[in-house]
T-cell receptor, first 113, second 114 residues
Framework: QQQVKQSPQSLIVQKGGISIINCAYE??????FPWYQQFPGKGPALLIA?????SEKKEGRFTISFNKSAKQFSLHIMDSQPGDSATYFC????????????FGTGTRLTIIP | GAGVSQSPSNKVTEKGKDVELRCDPI?????LYWYRQSLGQGLEFLIY????????KSGLPSDRFSAERTGGSVSTLTIQRTQQEDSAVYLC????????????FGPGTRLTVT
């Protein structure tokens, strides 16, 4: 019940295209959903996060879409650039509860020219 | 300001030896986490320290793994009698208490057990 399932495992997108990564969770106590970006040789870094009281959050070219009834959320990267090539992790936690993040298994994104 | 630092950045050890990995969190961050990331895999939670509370050790894979945090700051992860399956990148993260969703990660220690 603590899992966060992430897909796809790897993704190749042409420059300028839209990259979409999907996550699903089971624990209904989760109420905060951050995304982390990890470049090779570096630790993950917080990219964007959403609470379930909104269905969408946009920051620049990055958008999180959230479907509470389906217990799913996704990251969309618009106008994908080679510099976006990285591994992306979705995560979930209880905003006022358990002080831990449950991470998805990661998506390796490659943007090709 | 300074981010989370970890040392060493790389460690090669022989099977059966003990290793110690160090993490210096961001100043003022009272929550500290250790994760393990195997090649091409996700982030496996190991242990969590929150202030002076007893640590959450629920993710430690065996009793060969232990961690301590001295003075509410620096943390050391110790792996005894290392095995080849312990080879991975060990990541440390810190956060302000109550803001677990915003964790700041160090660059990790790459452990190779030969």
């Amino acid at each position: 019940q603590q899992q966060v399932k992430q897909s796809p495992q790897s993704l190749i997108v042409q420059k300028g295209g839209i990259s979409i990564i999907n996550c699903a969770y089971e624990n209904t106590a989760f109420d905060y959903f951050p995304w982390y970006q990890q470049f090779p040789g570096k630790g993950p870094a917080l990219l964007i996060a959403i609470r379930p009281d909104v269905s969408e959050k946009k920051e620049g070219r990055f958008t999180i879409s959230f479907n509470k009834s389906a217990k799913q959320f996704s990251l969309h990267i618009m106008d994908s650039q080679p510099g976006d090539s990285a591994t992306y992790f979705c995560a979930a936690t209880e905003y006022f509860g358990n002080e831990k993040l449950t991470f998805g298994t990661g998506t390796r994104l490659t943007i090709i020219p | 300001g300074a981010g989370v630092s970890q040392s060493p950045s790389n460690k090669v050890t022989e099977k059966g030896k003990d290793v110690e990995l160090r993490c210096d969190p961001i100043s003022g961050h009272t929550a500290l986490y250790w994760y393990r990331q195997s090649l091409g895999q996700g982030l496996e939670f190991l242990i969590y320290f929150q202030g002076n509370s007893a640590p959450d050790k629920s993710g430690l894979p065996s009793d060969r793994f232990s961690a301590e945090r001295t003075g509410g700051s620096v943390s050391t992860l110790t792996i005894q009698r290392t095995q080849q399956e312990d080879s991975a990148v060990y990541l440390c993260a810190s956060s302000l208490v109550g803001i677990a969703y915003e964790q700041y990660f160090g660059p990790g220690t790459r452990l190779t057990v030969t």
